[in-house]
């Protein structure tokens, strides 16, 4: 194992854990949580295994898109803290061994923010080039908008110039002109100014409409898109050579590819996939491992120091855009059957338990899928406890809510007055009197301790970190079985995503006469001389193990 790897590389054996200080503990009782709450509970996420923190956007804002609406990109949000505050934090996550990362959100800003706020004053702004703006009235561009139930077209008339400007968020959110020299400039610096405080880099929002705005919509000509993206790179490794960007690309392997720079390998450090998560669901949804198997053989090639990011559930809606319009409605029925439960006609607002009726089975094999897949996992908080959505709550702030800390009011996330705590827990099974951190850690069976031994089993496979993956054959379409061989290691995973109880045949001509040792606590499994074994699977039932050549027990 090469340790250099291991220490110049650190997000490909990472485990990533993105929260919202905001809805994570509220240490000052004002009913919103702050960075002096995290503090207090980084030591739940060192015992948890977490290596990476993702904290989602606490910069100032104007109020209506959960931080995304941006004011200020150097500053803190009053609510959660100050900049004091956070570096604080810096300071522990530090002592702790975690890195972390942080929103990199400058397709937009808050029409709010001094810079559009100078814009619309005058055409003749120094500010009116940092957004993009038009003088003739816009066709129509409703199959454009991101929300479709917010917004009906992505450009807005500005009645104090006549003229109209981008947006292809919500109208209080204008496109930022990235054509503009000047305006990547500025975001050079803000990242400049991140990465001096500590961070290891950063997750870009909606990365493909960043450099979309490269086109030349901006009245500067045509630019290379893609171009820019590795002018980011490039900066970023300037600056710190172990800092990463994550980037939510939402688009087909191809496209995706595009992203990591192709073979050079020089845009994106890491990109969510997408395809893979989305057909995690279906295969969930079918009961059978065949949608999986079918994206991992799609799954194209990636530069050595490039890495996928693997998921099940994200702080947006859980959207199906990639599927067909068939295959979505699939996961519609069984796993978001209510109108309610689903958003945009793309995607559910759920989180996964509830979707699964609370079946710690198959809640346990669905996260130990994206645990040992090829890639780096990224967890959303609260899964490691099973939390559930609130579908009281607007939108996407239905999986937004408290963390569950204990079985007291909202979880003993705030000793706040009601009325001041903005976000509310789930009601019923899923309400923190049932699902909350106190009471699992007293549990040697909870979810928590699986999600705990599960994390720290994974960090002892850098093979699904850094690996090649091999499909194998079992017999069955129910398992689906790979394999991820790194160095002189080679572990494999078996999940059966059916319910019956079965046994599924492993044939590993290379590893005849092997012992392939349970990393569970399971029984060994012995191979013949041929490499052939039978492994037995419980129903939704998954194992991981290691092969150990004969000499090695």
């Not at 055409?123 to 908008?145: F, G, I, L, N």
């Not at 947006?167 to 050079?188: G, T």
């Amino acid at each position: 194992m090469n340790t250099m790897e291991l220490t110049d590389l650190w997000w490909k054996n990472a485990t990533i854990y993105c929260l919202d200080v905001e809805t994570y503990l509220d240490w000052d009782a004002d009913g919103a949580g702050d960075f002096k709450g995290l503090a207090q509970r980084l030591d739940h996420l060192t015992s948890l295994g977490v290596s990476c923190l993702w904290l989602m956007p606490f910069y100032p804002g104007g109020g209506k898109d959960d931080g995304y609406d941006v004011t200020d990109f150097y500053g803190v949000d009053p609510r959660v803290g100050s900049l004091g505050d956070f570096v604080d934090l810096m300071r522990l996550a530090k002592e702790r061994g975690l890195r972390v990362i942080v929103d990199l959100v400058v397709n937009h800003t808050s029409d709010q923010h001094p810079w559009f706020r100078s814009a619309r004053r005058s055409k003749d702004s120094p500010h009116r080039d940092y957004y993009v703006w038009r003088a003739d009235e816009p066709p129509d561009t409703s199959a454009e908008v991101v929300f479709p139930d917010q917004e009906d077209g992505i450009w807005e008339l500005d009645d104090r110039t006549g003229e109209y400007y981008l947006h292809h968020f919500y109208r209080h959110e204008p496109d930022l002109n990235v054509a503009n020299p000047v305006v990547r400039h500025e975001i050079a610096k803000v990242m400049g100014y991140w990465l001096q405080l500590g961070v290891s880099g950063f997750r870009v929002d909606s990365a493909p409409f960043l450099i979309g705005a490269m086109d030349g919509a901006g009245g500067k000509g045509p630019l290379d898109p893609h171009g820019y993206m590795k002018a980011l790179r490039s900066f970023l490794n300037r600056r710190s050579g172990e800092a990463i960007l994550l980037g939510e690309v939402d688009l087909s392997y191809p496209e995706q590819l595009e992203y990591f720079g192709g073979s050079q390998g020089d845009e994106l450090t890491m990109v969510f996939d997408f395809n893979l998560m989305q057909r995690t669901y279906l295969a969930l949804a079918r009961r059978t491992a065949t949608p999986i198997r079918e994206a991992l053989k799609a799954r194209p090639d990636i530069p050595a120091e490039a890495q996928w990011a693997t998921f099940l559930r994200s702080h947006d809606e859980l959207t199906l855009d990639l599927l067909s319009e068939a295959e979505r409605q699939e996961v519609f029925d069984v796993l978001g059957p209510e109108e309610d439960m689903q958003i945009y006609g793309r995607g559910l607002r759920r989180r996964l338990p509830p979707m699964l009726e609370g079946d710690e089975r198959r809640i346990r094999l669905a996260y130990s899928l994206p645990m040992s897949m090829p890639g780096t996992p990224v967890l959303f908080y609260g899964e490691e406890i099973g939390m559930g959505e609130n579908l009281e709550e607007p939108d996407r702030y239905s999986v937004r809510t408290p963390m569950q800390w204990g079985p007291g009011p909202f979880g003993d996330f705030s000793r706040a007055n009601t009325r001041r705590i903005r976000r509310r827990p789930p009601k019923g099974s899923f309400a923190p009197e049932h699902v909350n951190v106190d009471s699992q850690q007293k549990r040697p069976d909870s979810l928590l301790a699986f999600f705990t031994q599960m994390i720290h089993r994974r960090h002892a496979c850098p093979e699904f970190g850094f690996g090649r993956l091999e499909l194998l054959e079992t017999g069955t379409e129910q398992v689906l079985a790979h394999r991820c061989s790194w160095d002189e290691g080679s572990v494999l995973a078996l999940h059966n995503l059916g319910p019956d109880a079965l046994t599924a045949t492993l044939h590993l001509p290379d590893a005849a006469s092997a012992v392939v040792a349970d990393l569970f606590g399971g029984d060994d499994i012995d191979l013949d001389e041929r490499g052939h074994a039978g492994v037995e699977m419980q129903a939704y039932g998954y194992r991981w193990l290691r092969i150990k050549p004969p000499g090695r027990r």
